[in-house]
């Protein structure tokens, strides 16, 4: 499987500044994806970043506060803009890799805190 | 709407019990249907995955159980220890219009707890 390397592991921010999460690939992918899963709760879709295109956002996730950038394949970061304390969650970077044995793969989160 | 329906929330069993956590679905376009595992602090990792022209699939100790005309997958795991204490996701792909790829839309969760 695709090993995924996703940095910070955690931080903890103020309200109102932005935090952009860095989501690396070993491998080259067509797509990316970025979820939010909040405390004790189930992924949600954020977005499917492709290269050399622009992010497509799912409903209730809009650019501006969640800008994501795809400049190659293997590389996509996710920027939480203009945070406030509902955004504290889990924020987590996947890959497709096909739906045989290696299907789709977790980088391990950021655990995002706003204070 | 919740697409792909997952039960029960928790679960509790002993060791060497055989947890079972049902999925439920209902759009007949999702064509590949993973479970996932998570422990705390870590991402979801896959642990076993099913097309729906099979009715059973079998890795070690994990087992799906797939039922194509009443829309439901279930995951069995026998003999379970304490390590296998996680949460568990289904979760369920579509293909994107056009497109051989696709997206993942998850269950809610079970928490599992093996006691030992």
């Known amino acids: 499987s695709a090993v995924i390397s996703q940095k910070p592991s955690r931080d903890i921010c103020q309200r109102g500044t932005s935090l952009t999460i860095q989501c690396q690939v070993d491998?080259?992918?067509?797509?990316m994806f970025w979820y939010r899963q909040q405390p004790g709760q189930s992924l949600t879709l954020i977005a499917t970043?492709?290269?050399?295109?622009?992010?497509?956002?799912e409903s209730g996730f809009v650019i501006d506060k969640f800008p994501i950038s795809r400049p190659n394949l293997t590389f996509s970061t996710l920027t939480v803009s203009n945070m406030s304390p509902e955004d504290s969650s889990i924020y987590l970077c996947?890959?497709?890799?096909?739906?045989?044995?290696?299907?789709?793969?977790f980088g391990s989160g950021t655990r995002l805190t706003v204070v | 709407q919740q697409q792909v329906k997952q039960s029960p929330q928790s679960l509790i069993v002993q060791k060497g019990g055989i947890p079972i956590i049902n999925c439920a679905y209902e759009?007949?376009?999702?064509?590949?249907f993973p479970w996932y595992q998570q422990f705390p602090g870590k991402g979801p990792a896959l642990l076993i995955a099913?097309?729906?022209?099979?009715s059973e699939k079998k890795e070690g100790r994990f087992t799906i159980s797939f039922n194509k005309s009443a829309k439901q997958f279930s995951l069995h795991i026998m003999d379970s220890q304490p390590g296998d204490s996680a949460t568990y996701f289904c979760?369920?792909?579509?293909?994107?219009?056009?497109?051989?790829?696709?997206?993942?839309?998850f269950g809610r969760g079970t928490q599992l707890t093996v006691w030992p």
């Open positions: 979760a369920a792909r579509i293909l994107r219009r056009g497109s051989t790829l696709g997206r993942l839309y």
């Open positions: 996947s890959v497709e890799e096909g739906t045989g044995a290696r299907g789709y793969t």
């Open positions: 099913i097309r729906p022209d099979v």
């Open positions: 759009n007949t376009a999702f064509d590949y």
């Open positions: 491998s080259q992918v067509t797509m």
């Open positions: 970043a492709n290269q050399g295109s622009e992010a497509t956002y």
